[in-house]
């Protein structure tokens, strides 16, 4: 799970394969409170693109625009105050409003850190890969990069055995094989 941040007033310069972004310190802008704001499911995208330019068109106090990853029909405006937020999000296409009250950061925070899971899958599991073209199909795993985040994986039920390349997160383990 990632987020997605879109920080006005950030610049971005390319010199010598080097991307620069400046972004306002804590001591240029006054004390900024968090907004939720409603969107259509899976539009989020478009409505942070069309909030970022109608803020900057109106030149109001909105500091960033966060999307957190998984969390479906909101996102989350940083601005000076509430005036803003909803000046940012009027007449927007697919955005539904403002929430009525703020956001606390301690109610959002858990979706802005990712957490570093450790992967307990090991050669010989069988598993079953829970997404993709071969779905609900048994497999063995016959190789493992955790760094990579791949396995490599052999059908059970396939009439010759093709090694496959899949995520880690798309195979579920049913069972360990011992030897």
Do not use: W
């Not at 909803?86 to 296409?93: C, D, K, L, R, S």
């Amino acid at each position: 799970m990632g987020i997605d941040i879109k920080i006005k007033g950030a610049e971005k310069k390319v010199e010598k394969k080097e991307v620069v972004v400046k972004v306002e310190s804590k001591k240029d802008r006054p004390e900024a409170k968090i907004f939720a704001v409603r969107t259509t499911a899976n539009r989020e995208d478009q409505v942070m693109d069309f909030l970022i330019s109608n803020a900057e068109r109106k030149k109001l106090n909105v500091f960033s625009v966060i999307r957190p990853h998984g969390m479906r029909g909101y996102i989350f405006v940083e601005a000076e105050n509430k005036i803003d937020a909803e000046q940012a999000a009027y007449g927007i296409p697919y955005s539904r409003g403002l929430l009525s009250s703020e956001v606390d950061y301690k109610e959002i925070e858990h979706m802005l850190e990712q957490v570093k899971k450790d992967i307990n899958i090991q050669k010989n599991d069988i598993a079953e890969i829970i997404s993709g073209p071969f779905k609900r199909e048994k497999c063995k795993i016959t190789r493992v990069d955790k760094q990579k985040g791949e396995i490599v994986v052999e059908l059970l039920e396939a009439a010759v055995p093709i090694p496959m390349t899949v995520k880690i997160d798309s195979v579920k383990v049913i069972r360990r094989d011992e030897e």
